[in-house]
């Protein structure tokens, strides 16, 4: 499964963004979907995840109240709405995927992995 995620962009500080990740081939709809950002320097952290269902959602504590995670299997796009955002929100964001239907935050859970689209939050 080859993911692909889009949507970043360059932003002012208390703007929003709205990232989306599809796959090639096939659809994640069996599939939990997670975000992940990574800027430079620091490692991978959790951001969001969605069950295969939508039915439910966790949230890295840095992004509860600002970003909702959500997605529409019909389309095959899971989305990442960002809004209010900060400077350090500034990274590459990555979607994944797991073989199985329900959520986690650890990235090693996570079985594929999109190219990662970034994000930059100016002050």
């Known amino acids: 499964v080859q993911l692909q995620a889009s949507g970043g962009g360059l932003v002012q500080a208390g703007g929003s963004l709205r990232l989306s990740c599809t796959a090639s081939r096939r659809t994640l709809s069996n599939n939990a979907v997670g975000w992940f950002r990574q800027a430079p320097g620091t490692e991978r952290e959790f951001v969001a995840a969605i069950n295969w269902r939508g039915s439910a959602t966790i949230y890295g504590d840095s992004v509860k109240g600002r970003f909702t995670i959500s997605r529409d299997n019909p389309k095959g796009t899971v989305y990442l709405q960002m809004n209010n955002l900060k400077p350090e929100d500034t990274a590459v964001y990555y979607c994944?995927?797991?073989?199985?239907?329900?959520?986690?935050?650890?990235?090693?859970?996570?079985?594929?992995w999109g190219q990662g689209t970034q994000v930059t939050v100016s002050s």
């Open positions: 994944a995927a797991r073989r199985v239907a329900y959520i986690d935050d650890g990235a090693g859970d996570y079985n594929y």
